[in-house]
């Protein structure tokens, strides 16, 4: 029987074993895994599996954001960087061209809230933007999963989103957006049934929320 982890502990690297477990678990369950040390060596290998001249989208991320992979995909000119773009689209003239281009990018690259012992990996959302992308609309995805998102089961990573990520999630939305965030959607990944699609970096140290 797998033990609960207190709220207060959410911010801490998950241990060697649960990290090894983690790995194994991704593996079983269809997802391309490697186990990393650090964000820069994230950031490098992200600038490896990254194709020149793919549409990427960058989902919106503390990990990206505090890695410099989000400013490395979106100011490097290798690629076609959807998220310059989306933000320069008007959101009423252009609604449906930007619900398109955040559905099916070449590759979305983001992170989650949480990941299980058992293959899981949980991300919630406000907006749901991201979601389609995650779920299939992307040929490939990259996720970057900071050590402090491992945590035993699905109980436990529900808490982890709403003790833990939320209220952080929710400040960052107050100062960026002006408004709260919310848990209006959730999406668990529970397996990759097409090989190959889904890479998961995961950390050795904590990063983002």
């Not at 983001?110 to 040929?139: D, F, K, R």
């Not at 400040?171 to 959730?186: E, I, M």
């Amino acid at each position: 029987m797998t033990t609960s982890i207190p709220a207060t502990q959410f911010t801490e690297p998950a241990p060697a074993q649960r990290l090894e477990r983690a790995v194994t678990a991704l593996t079983a369950n269809g997802f391309t895994v490697e186990l990393l040390d650090d964000a820069a060596a994230a950031r490098t290998r992200i600038n490896e599996l990254l194709p020149a001249g793919v549409s990427v989208l960058t989902a919106s991320s503390e990990t990206l954001r505090l890695s410099g992979i989000d400013e490395d995909i979106n100011t490097s000119g290798q690629y076609q960087a959807l998220r310059p773009r989306l933000l320069a689209m008007d959101r009423l003239t252009e609604a449906d061209s930007i619900r398109r281009l955040l559905a099916s990018p070449d590759v979305v690259v983001g992170s989650v809230a949480a990941l299980t012992e058992t293959g899981s990996l949980v991300i919630p959302s406000a907006s749901g933007s991201q979601l389609p992308s995650y779920a299939g609309g992307a040929a490939h995805v990259i996720w970057i999963i900071g050590a402090q998102k491992v945590v035993p089961d699905l109980d436990t990573a529900l808490r982890r989103v709403e003790e833990h990520a939320l209220p952080l999630e929710n400040a960052r939305a107050q100062v960026a957006y002006g408004q709260p965030s919310a848990v209006n959607r959730l999406l668990i990944l529970n397996a990759e049934p097409h090989p190959g699609r889904g890479t998961v970096l995961l950390l050795r140290e904590a990063i983002g929320f």
